[in-house]
């Protein structure tokens, strides 16, 4: 700003939940997508507040977000195809439960893989936290989520104008300091075919997938579907958990 005593933030997200992150983010990330992060080592430098301890003290607070979450996303799938709601309702009774049991209940000495969407809810409570303390030190924080910068230019005044897409339509910002903090843009292969996806990111992109082959498969009498997965880092193994759990939901053939 105009005064070096007056410090304004102004945070753009594309996402409804800011804090997370785009591999943790609530709103996208499936429950069964595993961080590669352990637990005894995930806690956020500098919060002072230990991944392990946070989750003890905030069981409920987790569960509770938790169930808020996969309500939503159980919802959706109903409205989506409504016959097979007995289904859809068994399926996350039954993955609910199990992840509460094995991830609300870990140890210190056990050493294992949580999912990302705990870890994201464990983001976004401390991001709200800093949030919240640095506006009782006078800070100026705006949050803008669904939010969208489309382009910005740096004007003869040295300042920087950002244009970003909002809910009420498309907005102009002045900023003295820009910071990109978009995450790392990995270059994909360049092949253009409906059966190739060169991300499984987001994931409602290999749902769709997945309904358009089980579709195909079941009008041509078949009760096998191949795919072909390139790589075997976390991203392909979240792909091929995405893949078990779906047929799980959809009664999918093998």
């Known amino acids: ?8 933030i102004n945070i753009f997200e594309e996402s ?7 591999p943790y983010d609530l709103t996208k990330t499936g429950f069964q997508h595993i961080s590669n992060i352990r637990n005894n080592s995930g806690t956020l430098p500098h919060s002072g507040a230990d991944f392990l301890e946070w989750l003890k003290i905030n069981k409920e607070f987790v569960g509770n977000v938790f169930d808020k979450i996969f309500a939503q996303r159980l919802a959706a799938k109903i409205v989506k195809d409504p016959e097979k709601e007995d289904q859809f309702r068994k399926s996350y009774e039954l993955i609910t439960k199990s992840f509460k049991e094995r991830y609300l209940n870990l140890d210190d000495s056990i050493k294992t893989y949580h999912p990302r969407i705990l870890y994201g809810i464990y983001r976004v409570a401390l991001f709200e936290q800093m949030v919240e303390e640095l506006g009782k030190k006078g800070v100026v924080i705006n949050l803008r989520s669904k939010s969208k910068v489309t382009d910005f230019k740096q004007n003869s005044d040295q300042k920087f104008e950002l244009a970003s897409e909002e809910i009420e339509g498309v907005r102009s910002t002045k900023s003295n300091f820009v910071l990109f903090a978009g995450g790392m843009v990995e270059k994909v292969p360049d092949i253009m075919h409906e059966n190739f996806l060169a991300s499984q990111f987001p ?4 749902r769709t997938q997945l309904e358009k082959a089980v579709k195909k498969a079941k009008e041509n009498g078949k009760h096998k579907i191949k795919f072909g997965i390139l790589g075997s880092s976390l991203s392909a193994i979240d792909a091929v958990r995405t893949i078990y759990y779906e047929k799980i939901f959809q009664g999918q053939p093998d």
């Open 1 to 8: 700003q105009e005064q070096a005593d007056d410090l304004v």
């Open 16 to 22: 409804s939940i800011l804090g997370a992150g785009a």
């Open 203 to 206: 994931e409602e992109n290999l």
